[in-house]
């Protein structure tokens, strides 16, 4: 299927991480001890199996153990009341309805291998979903290359996309916006 038709039979708008939108703002930088969040120490929270295609390798297995070590935090789940859905739902509503801990529900969504995907041509795109979807599509060169230069900021990227699949869109708020706002409730 070529890609204007892959692009026409798509439910929902593409939803990415922009890495250029956010690459140059502070809250990128490792925060200063008099900003940082107060997380669980890792191995504080038990041990959680995620589904991430073999084609991703085991390097996503710390960022998502990072991303459910921050989201165990309170002041991390206040994400949950931020945002809402299409239907102006607060996805905290949304979570609830499966009966899921934030932690929890990242087990629930599906990471794969984004690579050759139309979105992952573009170098500032780190990952992209459907909002409502839990197919997380994980650009492997990019997300990669972040999460060696920033393992808080690949974590952040991660809970970002969470959000989407619990229904947040975009265009607003901004994605720069978004990975802001996850930065500072959930640390750098």
Known sequence: ??????????????????????????????????????????????????????????????????????????????????????????????????????PGYLTLVLFYDGSGTEPCEAERIMAWTSPGSRAVHVCAAQFSRWQRASPGYAANILIHEALHTLGLREGPPAPGAITQRVAERCGQ
């Open 1 to 102: 299927m070529d890609r204007a038709a892959i692009a026409a039979a798509r439910p929902f708008r593409i939803l990415g991480v922009v890495v250029l939108a956010v690459a140059a703002s502070p809250h990128v930088r490792a925060a200063d001890s008099a900003e940082s969040v107060a997380l669980p120490p890792p191995g504080a929270i038990p041990a959680l199996n995620f589904f991430v295609d073999r084609k991703l390798g085991g390097a996503l297995e710390s960022s998502l153990e990072e991303a459910a070590r921050r989201l165990s935090d309170s002041r991390c789940q206040e994400l949950l009341g931020d945002y809402t859905d299409g239907a102006g739902r607060p996805l905290g509503e949304n979570l609830r309805a499966i009966g899921q801990s934030m």
